[in-house]
């Protein structure tokens, strides 16, 4: 059971240093609110409604999950440069099959025009819209 009092003691200090460090910024901070800093703020769109009601482009997310799938295959292929001299050829193979699936991937999103930040749809749904009379 002694054992962990250092544990304890670590938490406790952790907490306090956590505590202490957010009330005295809370003193110290200054308190002047306005309506725009009051605003929730999403990707530059000016939020419209309830936040259960406001709609955003679904680029954002697209890219948003591109961008995350081609981070993490990007940092799989540091650990398989690290080993592919003490493995060999299986792990040259392996490497080629992996980098051609991220290959295949990116021209399917390329593709699909998901690179696109505004799609061929878009521009022309805007082109046929009539203008609005001031």
């Given at each position: ?5 250092g544990?304890l ?16 910024s ?17 990707c ?7 936040p259960?009601?406001?709609?955003f ?5 697209v890219?948003?999950?591109?961008f995350l799938?081609f ?45 696109e930040?505004v799609?061929?749809?878009d ?7 009539p203008?609005?009379?001031?």
């Amino acid at each position: 059971m002694i054992e962990y009092v250092g544990i304890l003691m670590f938490l406790v200090v952790g907490g306090l240093f956590v505590g202490v460090t957010l009330f005295v910024s809370g003193l110290v901070r200054p308190h002047n609110p306005t309506r725009e800093k009051q605003m929730p703020y999403e990707c530059g769109e000016n939020p419209i409604g309830t936040p259960w009601g406001v709609q955003f482009n679904i680029r954002f997310y697209v890219f948003a999950l591109v961008f995350l799938v081609f981070d993490v295959e990007a940092v799989m292929l540091v650990p398989w440069a690290v080993v592919i001299k003490d493995i060999g050829m299986p792990a040259l193979i392996a490497g080629f099959i992996f980098i051609s699936m991220l290959v295949l991937g990116l021209a399917d999103v390329w593709v699909k025009g998901d690179l696109e930040w505004v799609r061929e749809e878009d521009r022309e749904a805007a082109r046929a819209k009539p203008a609005k009379a001031a």
